[in-house]
């Protein structure tokens, strides 16, 4: 037996010139990566999240157009928002992207970005409920759990594909990629009904009426399959949402 087994060490040993051992063709340092990829997913900071969000609204507002503050749809948005930039503490950014798709988005960075085809379908009122279930979005961290899944995913692609590092930035083809699974992915039931609540109550406190958040519900049901609304693509079930927060107002 022991000489079986020194011989059988001699042949793996003359082989290796010959033949890459299996356990060769691994790359050890790309599973290494993956790994502590996957790790850095699960304990990212929060300040280390804010700069990812950071990277990807810069690029969002780049590829959009931002009204300027002379803007009427900026002016009217600005109106709504006074007070808030510092809100349930949070820090919150607000802009106006001018183009006709019905939609509204936030980050965990506190972004958040208001379509002017949404507001000119809604009164001031519809609005503000649209701001606070993004604020709600926010305050719950529902875009930060959906960038640690992303990281997960992406850490996983990256152990078998590349070895390169992030360095803490993040490509253009990236960022895309991760505002699709991230921010334009659609939200779950529950998270909408936390979004919802948070709206609800937001209308309350600030003496807004909140039949708005019905009524802006109403509206959104109405648009499916109107292919402007993103925000349908992106927030389920209007209708039902509708009637659940029209029985918590009655």
Same mark, same amino acid.
């Given at each position: @037996?022991?000489r =079986?087994n020194?011989?059988t060490l001699?042949a793996l040993v003359? /082989?290796?010139s010959? $033949?890459?051992?299996?356990?060769?063709? #691994?790359?050890?340092?790309?599973i290494?990566?993956?790994?502590? +990829?996957?790790?850095k997913?699960?304990?990212i900071?929060?300040?280390?999240?804010?700069g990812? #969000?950071?990277q990807m609204?810069s690029?969002?507002?780049?590829?959009?157009? !931002?009204?300027?503050?002379s803007?009427?749809?900026?002016q009217?948005l600005?109106?709504?928002?006074? /007070?808030?930039?510092n809100y349930?503490?949070l820090?919150?950014n #607000?802009? $106006?992207?001018v183009?006709p798709q019905v939609?509204?988005f936030?980050?965990?960075?506190?972004?958040?970005? $208001?379509y002017?085809?949404?507001? +000119?379908?809604f009164?001031d009122?519809?609005? *503000?409920?649209?701001?606070? %279930?993004?604020?709600? %979005? !926010?305050?719950s961290?529902h875009?930060k759990a *959906?960038?640690?899944?992303?990281? =997960?995913?992406?850490?996983l692609r990256?152990?078998?594909?590349?070895?390169n590092t992030r360095?803490?930035?993040l490509?253009?083809?990236e960022? /895309?990629?991760?505002?699709?699974?991230?921010i334009n992915?659609? %939200?779950s039931?529950?998270?909408e009904?936390e979004?919802d609540?948070y709206?609800?109550?937001? @209308?309350k406190?600030?003496k807004y009426n909140?039949?708005a958040?019905?009524?802006?519900?109403d509206k959104?049901?109405?648009?499916t /399959?109107?292919?402007s609304?993103? #925000?349908?693509?992106? %927030?389920?079930?209007p209708k039902? =949402?509708a009637?659940r927060?029209?029985?918590h107002?009655?």
């Open positions: @037996m022991y =079986r020194l011989l001699s003359s /082989g290796i010959a $033949v890459t051992p299996v356990w060769a063709q #691994f790359n050890f340092g790309k290494l990566e993956a790994g502590q +990829d996957l790790v997913a699960e304990a900071t929060d300040e280390e999240l804010k990812y #969000f950071d609204a690029q969002m507002d780049q590829q959009n157009q !931002v009204a300027p503050g803007n009427p749809y900026a009217r600005n109106k709504m928002v006074t /007070g808030l930039q349930d503490g820090r919150l #607000f802009k $106006v992207y183009t939609n509204a936030a980050m965990a960075n506190g972004t958040i970005r $208001v002017s085809g949404l507001m +000119d379908q009164s009122d519809e609005v *503000r409920y649209v701001i606070g %279930h993004e604020i709600g %979005h !926010v305050k961290g875009s *959906r960038m640690q899944a992303a990281l =997960r995913t992406s850490a990256k152990g078998v594909q590349s070895s360095a803490g930035v490509a253009n083809t960022l /895309g990629d991760l505002f699709e699974k991230v992915a659609q %939200h039931q529950a998270n009904r979004a609540d709206a609800l109550g937001f @209308m406190n600030r909140a039949k958040c019905v009524t802006a519900l959104l049901a109405t648009l /399959g109107d292919t609304s993103s #925000f349908l693509s992106t %927030h389920p079930s039902d =949402r009637d927060l029209r029985d107002i009655t």
